[in-house]
């Protein structure tokens, strides 16, 4: 017979012995990682803190402020407005005076929505430690005016009111089409149609119709005054091109040949038929 083989099972007190070491060493390798990611912290904390400190430094910070480009504004004004935006939020971590850490973009968008008359602004310094700042300006300029109860404002090319007219000398003449509830400075006229309305009235020039401005009457009407002494009602939905052609020949027919004195308006807004009406008397063709 084979001898009998004894195995003797460890008693609980020695296993308990045996995975002592390996918990000591998990608690102090735990223990290092806490201390070491308190110290990074910390490391980083000292760095950020003084990473701003030194942003504040004066060799750093922006001393000077030119502005340039301006025409009805006054440059010290806006010279004025673009300080205190600079100096905006004093005690920071990181100083918005820095000048590689000023914020361009908040200051340029900051002075487009305080002086509407402001089309573009570009900000530079001229050299990579310099610390002054030049300030390049864009006026709008005043092609058209847009009137509400007597008040006139001046309006771009593109339908933006900018300013209260000045004894301007205005192309053309345009009211309603805002939201009538807010003010018209900073609100911009027949957005994306405006150009539209500025060829049609090209286009009735040159076939002898001066146009003097419109009137919005809704969303889909517009009014336009002529030099003749009438208005032309229009849809925006019509065909334009057809207009001059239409207008010249209601003006030039038998019925109104001799009565343009009385004609009060044209309306080309239906197609085919055509409305007119002498002061007092409406009539369609």
């Given at each position: 017979?084979?001898p ?13 012995l045996?995975?002592r ?19 990074g ?5 000292l760095?950020?803190w ?10 750093l ?15 010290s ?11 905006e ?9 820095n000048?590689?850490?000023?914020p ?15 089309e573009?602004?570009?900000i ?11 300030v ?6 005043g ?29 053309y ?6 939201i ?16 539209r ?6 286009t009735l ?19 336009i ?32 040949t ?14 085919n ?13």
């Amino acid at each position: 017979n084979s001898p009998t083989k004894i195995v003797r099972r460890p008693q609980r007190g020695q296993l308990a012995l045996s995975l002592r070491p390996r918990e000591r060493l998990a608690v102090r390798r735990r223990r290092r990682r806490v201390i070491m990611t308190i110290a990074g912290f910390f490391v980083g904390a000292l760095g950020v803190w003084g990473a701003g400190a030194l942003s504040y430094h004066d060799r750093l910070v922006i001393h000077d402020v030119s502005v340039s480009g301006t025409l009805a504004l006054s440059a010290s004004a806006v010279q004025a407005a673009f300080t205190q935006d600079l100096n905006e939020g004093e005690g920071r971590l990181f100083s918005r005076r820095n000048i590689f850490l000023y914020p361009e973009r908040n200051l340029t968008e900051a002075l487009l929505e305080e002086f509407p008359r402001l089309e573009s602004v570009a900000i530079a310094r001229p050299s990579f430690l310099a610390q002054n700042v030049e300030v390049q300006v864009t006026e709008r300029v005043g092609v058209y005016e847009w009137c509400r109860g007597g008040n006139c404002y001046l309006m771009d090319s593109l339908g933006y009111i900018f300013a209260p007219e000045e004894n301007a000398e205005a192309i053309y003449t345009f009211q309603g089409g805002l939201i009538p509830t807010a003010g018209p400075i900073g609100q911009t006229f027949l957005k994306g149609r405006l150009d539209r309305v500025i060829t049609l009235f090209k286009t009735l020039e040159a076939a002898g119709f001066t146009p003097h401005g419109a009137t919005v009457e809704n969303a889909n009407d517009l009014d336009i005054h002529l030099d003749k002494g009438f208005f032309l009602k229009v849809s925006f939905e019509s065909d334009w091109d057809a207009v001059p052609k239409n207008l010249q020949l209601i003006i030039s027919s038998d019925a109104l040949t001799n009565s343009l004195s009385k004609l009060d308006y044209v309306d080309l807004r239906f197609g085919n038929r055509v409305y007119y009406k002498l002061y007092g008397k409406e009539v369609t063709e």
